[in-house]
């Protein structure tokens, strides 16, 4: 079955640390992987994307990885801010039928504290 | 604001009653799906259109669901005879298919929050 799993289900962190968002899965066949921002009562908003061949992306201060041999990939949030806070949501897309199907996780709900 | 948009943003019925949302995509995009999200949960899909035509519908889009997109611009989903199980966010993306380049992602609308009492 695909699935994608994320971890922890929620963190809190002081403004100005950093932290490490987790996301394991298990999609075939693999097209790509998206982490997602999606603040409170809002869509969710694609912050990287990344294929098979990519390791790592950035964009600011959020970085992802991801290891496709152990269906492994984690968003790094640097120098967090109070704006950060959020729900990250894992997002796997698979090729089936025609179009590019999308698993996503349960999310890891951030809150940055002053 | 070139984006997806939704409306309403928030609707409240009683069960029984009927509801529509509407979704209008970003105007170049043919690609345009329907998901629900509950509370706690990542969005789960429910359907998706290629211009005007309805091409995937998920086994959680129940007969009382319906979604059409007339003209292959904005699309309606109406929820005949809501129930209390119906309460969630419902998200529209759209994409641009099968142009190099555009990477087929999907870009989310803000959301219907629906309430059933």
């Known amino acids: 079955k695909n699935q994608v799993e994320q971890s922890p289900q929620s963190l809190i962190i002081l403004e100005g640390k950093n932290c490490t968002l987790q996301c394991n899965y298990t999609v075939s066949p693999f097209s790509n992987l998206r982490w997602y921002k999606q603040d409170t009562g809002r869509g969710p908003v694609s912050l990287t994307i990344?294929?098979?061949?990519?390791n790592t992306k950035s964009n600011g201060r959020y970085t992802a990885t991801l290891d496709a041999d152990t269906k492994q990939s984690s968003l790094h949030i640097t120098a967090s801010q109070l704006s950060d806070s959020a729900s990250y949501i894992c997002?796997?897309?698979?090729?089936?039928?025609?179009?590019?199907?999308?698993?996503f996780g349960t999310g890891t709900r951030l809150l940055v504290s002053p | 604001d070139t984006g997806v948009s939704q409306d309403p943003r928030h609707k409240i019925t009683k069960r029984g009653q009927n509801v529509t949302f509407r979704c209008d995509p970003i105007?170049?995009?043919?690609?345009l799906y329907w998901y629900r999200q509950t509370l706690g949960q990542g969005p789960e899909f429910l359907t998706y259109f290629q211009n005007e035509a309805q091409l995937e519908k998920s086994r959680l889009l129940s007969d009382r669901f319906s979604a059409e997109r007339p003209k292959g611009s904005f699309s309606t989903l109406e929820i005949q005879r809501t129930e209390q199980g119906d309460s969630a966010m419902y998200l529209c993306?759209?994409?641009?298919?099968?142009?190099?380049?555009?990477?087929?992602?999907?870009?989310f609308g803000p959301g219907t929050r629906l309430t059933v009492l």
């Open positions: 105007s170049e995009h043919n690609r």
């Open positions: 990344m294929t098979f061949s990519e």
């Open positions: 997002v796997v897309s698979y090729k089936n039928t025609g179009f590019q199907k999308l698993v």
């Open positions: 993306a759209s994409s641009l298919e099968g142009q190099r380049g555009s990477g087929n992602e999907q870009f």
